[in-house]
Structure formats: structure tokens, C-alpha cells
């Protein structure tokens, strides 16, 4: 039973480039949750997707998007990066809204410069 | 403001002791109490969750205790080795109201062989 699954592992942009980051969630899950992780912080929420729509929103500008798509696989997008958007990005995929049994992925680690 | 507060930010703990990690929250719509461990460059991983209907929920040497009046739970960890050595989060969320998943700070735990 594969679980939660994100790519890719690390990487590296700079300022003002926009990254796309996924997730594939475990098997059976249909809901998937994205948070920012600074180092030594923890995790922020950032927002939920459910039946491929926005359900919740966490305290992120509006530079943070996401998408789900019929699978239940999702996307995380962040335009104009900024240094501060430097840290670990995770996953967490649920059944269901409220959806709080939530099971995490490795992250995905990434790097502004 | 701060949801949940959780303390110490470090604990070391000798083998074989045990280790206690406390955490206190202010909403009390928060009807969902997970506690999550982290090992460097993995996700999040669900040790055990309680709801405020028991006082105390037991999983093996993991331990949560429930405080409703108070506000406050704790995770006892006993007979700690040193493979138990890792970051280790609490959360709150209400189920209810579709709200959000709030993390605390975490603590992390050093168990000296």
C-alpha cells in the first residue's frame, strides 16, 4: 500500500521564478492538504482540496495556488518566489473533509536564492 | 496568535526514562488531538491521537493524557530509547466546523543511550 508520495525531493529557484510542486496521496484517500514547514517551525497550514476544489485556506497570499486532479493527485504552485517561501513543503493526504486522520509525506525541501 | 503551545523545545531523556511533552490550547471548538514524530528530512507521521471525551489513550509505550478542564494534554513516552530520538509535534483541529489543522512548535527529544 504505497502512502503519500511527493516530488520532487529537492529543489533549488530563485527569486521571482515560479514553482510547481506534487503529491500523489495514499491509496484510499481522496482529500490532500498542503503545508510549509520552516526549519525548526511547525508545520503552517496552507490550504486543503477536495472533489478538485479549494476547500480551506490558511494565512498565505494569494502567490500560493493548488490544484487537485481527478485521481485525488495535487499541485502546489507559488509564483514570485520569495526567500522567505525557503523551506519544506509537505503533503498530507485524509479521507474525507474534515479530513483530520492526515498522513504525511517525505516533503519536498525547497530552496530560494 | 499562538493556537496550540507546546513545551519543552528540548528534552533529553536518558535511556530508559521516560519522556513528557506537554501541550496546551485556547480554542475549545478543538475537538481532535493528534501527536505527530519527525525524524530529519521525513514528514510527519501520526503516533497517536485522542478526542476530549477520554482523559487518557494508551499505544504501546505512547501515552496521552487529557486535561479538558485545564486545556491542556501531554504525550508521556515511556521507557524512551534512543531510536525514539526525533522531533515530535502536537495538533489541534475541529472536526465540526471544517476548520483548520493548527501544529504546535514541537520539542525536540534527545534519548541518551
Known amino acids: 500500500d504505497a502512502g503519500v508520495t511527493q516530488s520532487p525531493t529537492h529543489l533549488i529557484k530563485t527569486r521571482g521564478q515560479q514553482v510547481t510542486l506534487r503529491c500523489s496521496p495514499k491509496s484510499g484517500h481522496d482529500t490532500v492538504s498542503w503545508y510549509q514547514q520552516a526549519l525548526g517551525q511547525g508545520p503552517q497550514f496552507i490550504f486543503q482540496?477536495?472533489?478538485?476544489?479549494?476547500?480551506q485556506r490558511g494565512n498565505f497570499p494569494d502567490r500560493f495556488s493548488g490544484h487537485q486532479f481527478p485521481n485525488y493527485s495535487s499541485e502546489l504552485n507559488v509564483n514570485a518566489l520569495l526567500l522567505g517561501d525557503s523551506a519544506l513543503y509537505l503533503c498530507?493526504?485524509?479521507?474525507?473533509?474534515?479530513?483530520?486522520?492526515?498522513?504525511f509525506g517525505p516533503g519536498t525541501r525547497l530552496t530560494v536564492t | 496568535q499562538q493556537q496550540v503551545k507546546q513545551s519543552p523545545q528540548s528534552l533529553i531523556v536518558q535511556k530508559g526514562g521516560i519522556s513528557i511533552i506537554n501541550c496546551a490550547y485556547e480554542n475549545t471548538a478543538f475537538d481532535y488531538f493528534p501527536w505527530y514524530q519527525q525524524f530529519p528530512g521525513k514528514g510527519p507521521a501520526l503516533l497517536i491521537a485522542i478526542r476530549p471525551d477520554v482523559s487518557e489513550k494508551k499505544e504501546g509505550r505512547f501515552t496521552i493524557s487529557f486535561n479538558k478542564s485545564a486545556k491542556q494534554f501531554s504525550l508521556h513516552i515511556m521507557d524512551s530509547q534512543p531510536g525514539d530520538s526525533a522531533t515530535y509535534f502536537c495538533?489541534?483541529?475541529?472536526?465540526?466546523?471544517?476548520?483548520?489543522?493548527?501544529f504546535g512548535s514541537g520539542t525536540k527529544l534527545n534519548v541518551k543511550p
Open positions: 482540496y477536495y472533489e478538485e476544489e479549494e476547500r
Open positions: 495538533a489541534a483541529f475541529d472536526t465540526g466546523n471544517f476548520n483548520k489543522f493548527y
Open positions: 498530507a493526504s485524509s479521507l474525507r473533509p474534515p479530513g483530520h486522520e492526515q498522513y
